[in-house]
């Protein structure tokens, strides 16, 4: 079976989230203010040292101490506070989006079996053309309710270390952060 969306999303982002925050390195609370300097900062670091996440063990102490110069420039304390919250942000960032896919996978299977019920209520509809139409719904059910499965996981597993507040901070930014995230998964290999 293919792996969906969120699937990709969970092990990809979630995943090694979870993991740092089980470790003990969560970040701090999220707020507009330190959002704000997580994208200057990002964009800085991006800039100079694009695969640093890559290659972090290749990093020359000369270059470690630029990139914690960078993320000062950018309001934090060092780089290792930039990395903390940027911990934390995938985690909400995740969050935000499993809801918003949940959302979607509802009206979507909503709408594609209303308009599976419309050709099926069709009486000149061939039996061959309703026994597809059959079992295409029932694909659609199977499958909506597989990645909502998924997705919930993930917000069970997200929710444990992402309030509300924090959730609402990301929600706000969302249109500045989705390109950073997603930009991560490519890089990943992640379609």
Do not use: W
Not at 42 to 62: H, I, M, Q, V, W
Not at 140 to 151: D, F, P, R
Not at 164 to 189: M, N, T, W
């Amino acid at each position: 079976m293919k792996p969906t969306r969120c699937t990709r999303l969970v092990l990809a982002v979630l995943l090694p989230g979870l993991f740092a925050a089980c470790s003990g390195l969560l970040g701090p609370e999220i707020t507009d203010d330190n959002i704000r300097q997580y994208l200057q900062a990002r964009k800085s670091l991006d800039a100079k040292y694009p695969d640093a996440g890559k290659n972090a063990d290749a990093l020359t102490a000369e270059q470690k101490a630029d990139m914690d110069a960078l993320a000062r420039a950018a309001g934090f304390e060092n780089h290792a506070a930039y990395s903390a919250l940027h911990t934390k942000l995938t985690l909400a960032y995740t969050v935000v989006e499993a809801r918003q896919f949940v959302s979607q996978l509802e009206e979507t299977k909503n709408k594609n079996l209303a308009e599976i019920e419309q050709k099926l209520n069709s009486p000149a509809l061939p039996a061959e053309t309703r026994a597809q139409l059959e079992a295409s719904k029932k694909t659609i059910e199977n499958q909506a309710t597989q990645a909502k499965q998924t997705a919930q996981a993930v917000l069970g597993a997200a929710s444990l270390a992402v309030d509300d507040k924090s959730a609402a901070a990301v929600q706000r930014h969302l249109a500045a952060l989705r390109p950073l995230f997603l930009d991560s998964l490519k890089e990943l290999g992640q379609p």
